[in-house]
């Protein structure tokens, strides 16, 4: 977001994903997928990196091959990485904070299904660390959700072995 005259101004690129993920959650996957992907045309490999981190994040949930799926959930994890080192702004570096488990939590749902275990551990202890950090919100509580649930289908104990600080005793 940019600052006008002492108003947030909205982020065009940043409006337009939402568009196109409200398109994608009502139902128009092949529509999303299309747009998203013309999307990623205009800002190119080197566009700005939250556009970027953001775009793909939400491209590999249109994708059918658990592959390409992978491979934008990579692209934005290296995005998000690229914003944490670089010399963006504030908001932008801590937006990604935030969303970073959820980054992680897609690889780690990724390699699963391509039964790539090992890596699918990795990126779920990754998504445990980075999700210490989230505010006690829907937000929060949602990502700690998920983590439980691809605990229990990678089978690490039935039940989520990490809760968040909030809730330990």
């Known amino acids: ?5 002492g108003q947030t101004v909205p982020d065009a690129v940043l409006t337009r994903i939402g568009q196109v993920v409200m398109l994608h959650h009502a139902g128009d996957r092949e529509e999303a997928r299309r747009r998203f ?3 990623w045309a205009e800002l190119g490999a080197h566009g700005d990196p939250l556009h970027r981190c953001t775009l793909a994040h939400y491209l590999a949930d249109t994708q059918d091959d658990p592959a390409d799926e992978l491979a934008w959930d990579l692209r934005a994890l290296s995005a998000a990485q690229e ?5 963006s702004s504030r908001e932008d570096g801590l937006a990604v904070r935030a ?4 980054l ?4 780690a749902d990724d390699y699963l299904g391509l039964g790539r275990y090992d890596a699918a551990r990795s990126h779920l202890a990754r998504a445990r660390e980075t999700a210490a950090a989230l505010a006690d919100d829907s937000y929060g509580d949602g990502v700690w959700a998920a983590i439980a649930r691809l605990e229990r ?3 690490e104990g ?12």
């Open 83 to 87: 914003i944490m080192k670089g010399p």
């Open 99 to 102: 969303f970073h488990p959820s």
């Open 1 to 5: 977001m940019a600052e006008r005259q």
């Open 153 to 155: 289908r990678l089978g």
């Open 158 to 169: 039935g039940t989520s072995v990490w809760t968040p600080p909030r809730q330990r005793p």
């Open 104 to 107: 992680h939590l897609n690889l």
């Open 37 to 39: 992907l013309d999307l």
